[in-house]
């Protein structure tokens, strides 16, 4: 997982989503081993959606679709933590240089240019597999562009790797693998963003999923499946409207009362908690449906789990107690203690931080 936050979302004592964010020192290495893309006007330039027409807003259709697509292609190409890694390689030849240690020998240097060539195989293959992918609008097919291309710059700094390897000459490989690439203006996260997919499998495509073993890169690829059926519902459905309203009502209720909210609760306020808890019904069967073997943290998992229907059962209470019209009742359904110990979406223990579970959130 290498490059990209770690996201982990515990709950507040109003069952509300608090985001942390958590970098290991890996993400480091990656910076270093890994490049930023080249701007636009270099010779490796990604697809540029800068100029072209964007979609007025994400097509749900192609959104599911790319959903799907990245989410396959990520578990066909799942790595182990114990494979061989061009970040090991990099720290390798960092360290050697660093410490003024022996050079390389001549077979280390062919495993690493191995290490490299399916590394390079690897983003190749996923990158063709979303490629074969395509969308009617042309703003989106710019936008799709960008995030299918996000990896071109990275394959292209890991052939001048391999062929500084290859070459053998210990002073060119340290003087290569030393050369960092200037940051990227390309809008990888605004598409994303306008194609509905930020916090999906699409936008953790080419990273590697460093599972300590099988079985656990097994449960990861069926829990991230079950996460993209619930993205891909919630992004054709209106489960972030319905969102945006149950958030309007609570910080009514927080700023003014209960008095306040039942007398001008928000426009369709009972549609969106009545949509809201039937969703979060569907997320707690969709999860509880995977088979947990090789889960990382059986714990974790199982919080997981019950978190949908506590959601769904504090929703339940706040739109009962608005319908029976009782201010106490209000006050005792929206109020801080509500939530009571709600035990938030611990993706990262699960090794479940970079892929679509990051979607999954209240």
């Known amino acids: 997982m290498l490059g990209v936050a770690h996201w982990r979302v515990p709950c507040d004592d109003v069952g509300m989503p608090t985001v942390r964010l958590v970098r290991p020192l890996v993400v480091l290495a990656a910076m270093l081993a890994f490049p930023a893309p080249a701007s636009a006007s270099g010779p490796s330039a990604m697809p540029d959606a800068s100029t072209a027409p964007s979609p007025a807003a994400p097509d749900a259709a192609f959104t599911v679709r790319a959903m799907h697509r990245c989410t396959e292609t990520m578990n066909a190409h799942a790595t182990l933590a114990s494979d061989p890694s061009v970040i090991d390689v990099f720290l390798e030849v960092i360290t050697r240089q660093r410490d003024d240690l022996d050079p390389p020998t001549t077979d280390e240097l062919a495993a690493w240019a191995s290490t490299h060539r399916t590394e390079i195989d690897r983003l190749s293959a996923i990158r063709d597999a979303l490629a074969s992918l395509s969308a009617d609008d042309p703003g989106q097919q710019a936008a799709w562009d960008v995030v299918v291309g996000v990896s071109d710059d990275r394959i292209v700094e890991l052939e001048r790797r391999t062929q500084a390897l290859l070459l053998g000459d210990w002073a ?125 943290d059986d714990a974790a998992w199982a919080d997981a789990i019950t978190y949908g229907s506590a959601r769904a059962a504090i929703l339940e209470a706040r739109q009962a107690a608005l319908v029976g019209g009782d201010p106490e009742a209000v006050e005792a359904a929206f109020s801080r203690r509500a939530g009571g110990q709600l035990v938030g979406l611990d993706w990262f223990a699960l090794g479940l931080d970079q892929r679509s579970c990051a979607a999954v959130q209240a």
């Not at 449960?219 to 992004?235: L, N, V």
């Not at 609760?265 to 707690?284: C, F, Q, S, V």
């Open 172 to 296: 060119i490989i340290v003087a290569t693998f030393r050369q960092v690439g200037s940051p990227s203006d390309t809008p990888f996260e605004a598409s994303l963003e306008a194609l509905g997919l930020a916090r999906t499998d699409c936008q953790f495509a080419y990273a590697p999923s460093l599972a300590p073993d099988a079985a656990t890169a097994a449960f990861i690829a069926r829990a991230a499946a079950a996460c993209t059926t619930i993205a891909a519902r919630r992004s054709s459905s209106d489960f972030d409207a319905a969102s945006r309203v149950a958030l309007h009502a609570l910080a009514t209720f927080l700023q003014d009362g209960a008095a306040a909210l039942m007398t001008d609760p928000p426009d369709g306020l009972d549609a969106a908690h009545a949509a809201l808890i039937a969703e979060w019904h569907a997320t707690a069967r969709d999860l509880g449906a995977v088979d947990a073997t090789g889960a990382p």
